[in-house]
């Protein structure tokens, strides 16, 4: 590698355009790489709707000694880099003499661990989540402190859930107890707020215009950083490049396609792909690139609302996914619920190998994240919250001993795993929603 030094906080520019580096070995000493200890940490929560089927999900065996069940199949090339977590709950979520809503106090609860209050009007209050409790610590270290995506639309207003607010069933992201993060589900704006130089409405449509790439606008000022750089990071920075471009081009691709398709009685969200699979992938790659760049250490991701009643044509699902989750044991609904639990764990299994293709000097990207994938809800069925599915991916920065089943005892607190991550970012929190303390076994 060169022995020049480049500054973390590097755009490439251009005329209308700023466009951040991943990065580079370039922007720090060598031996911080030898060491591994200079890269940053990052936290990525994803939740699924409705539950899952949990025999198909949970292991049979313990620590290393565990097999891949079929719903966890996908992850078999990551599977050294991730634990399965069983025995954990969400205590907030349960009814506690609130009566039905369990999908509304699910994702409420799932990133606070506090008990929503029932209301379908504007006194909403649950608690902080752990991702905004993160972002309040160490957001200012990046240009965004958090990024909340989705993949779902829904009211922020009205009741959603037997009495609660669709802003409980819509978000698993708080900045306070009564402020739910928006989530932004449309790939052309994460994208414009990852890479737009937030200039003016008109300039924006003056680029789009003429058809120019962000990476169009940059190429001079790429092309004399290139001449600089060592050999690794050229290399990491062609990637980079070709990451951008092609997620330019399905943005566009998902443009052109929505232009010519029929136009249902509601207005058509621009940029959105037409496939599901191809907007849940795109949204994974968008939040990839946000952590390569340091335009983000923290992010959530709801690939459904929960409550979703979506289908899933493209799998072979025609009903509804909260429909079919009251399976009553119908061995042909179970059998649905498994597609879906698999879908959604293939497009997962595809970004965790993504991370892990991107190096971060001795390591890789997903050897720097903390990634928490599951649901508040274990059986859909019966809207048990106990037991939950809950996977836990990346070594956080090599403070996390990767690879195992770890079972913990019924009814340890999820809340617990959230302290431990946030104790791995030097977040400074003594306690989270009902966290009972640190869960351990983490990092043995």
Known sequence: MSGWTLQRRTFLRGVGAAMALPLLEAMLPAKAWAAGGATP???????????????????????????????????????????????????????????????????????????????????????????????????????????????????????????????????????????????????????????????????????????????????????????????????????????????????????????????????????????????????YDLLAVAFQTDCTRVATYMLANEGSNRSYPDIGVNDGHHHLSHHQKKEDWIASLKKIDLFFMEEFAHFLEKLDETKEGERTLLDNSMIVYGSAIADGNRHTHHDLPIILAGRGGSTISAGRHIVYPTETPLNNLFLSLLDRMDAGVDTLGDSTGRLGKLDS
């Open 41 to 283: 940490k990052r936290l990525l929560c994803i939740y699924f709707p409705n539950g899952a089927i949990m025999p198909d999900w949970t292991p049979s065996g313990e620590g290393a000694d565990f097999a891949l069940t079929p719903t966890l199949a996908p992850l078999a090339s990551v599977k050294s880099k991730l634990c399965v977590l069983s025995g954990l709950m969400q205590d907030n979520a349960r009814a506690k003499g609130d009566g039905p809503g369990d999908h509304a106090r699910s994702a409420a609860a799932f990133l606070t661990g506090a008990h929503p209050v029932k209301t379908g009007g504007t006194d909403i209050k649950v608690g902080m989540s752990v991702d905004q409790v993160a972002a309040e610590k160490i957001g200012k270290a990046t240009p965004l402190p958090s990024l909340e995506v989705g993949t779902e639309g829904g009211r922020s207003a009205g009741q959603c859930d037997s009495g609660y607010s669709c802003a409980y069933s819509n978000s698993i992201s708080w900045k306070t107890a009564s402020t739910p993060m928006a989530k932004e589900i449309n790939p052309k704006a994460v994208f414009t707020r990852l890479f737009g130089d937030q200039q003016a409405e008109a300039d924006r449509a003056k680029r789009e215009a003429m058809r120019k790439s962000v990476l169009d606008l940059v190429a001079d000022d790429a092309a004399k950083l290139n001449k600089k750089l060592g050999q690794t990071d050229r290399r990491k920075l062609d990637e980079y490049f070709t990451s951008v471009n092609e997620i330019e081009q399905r943005i566009v691709r998902s443009q052109a396609e929505a232009a010519t398709r029929p136009k249902p009685n509601m207005a058509q969200p621009d940029g959105i792909p037409k496939e599901l699979r191809e907007h849940i992938r795109l949204m």
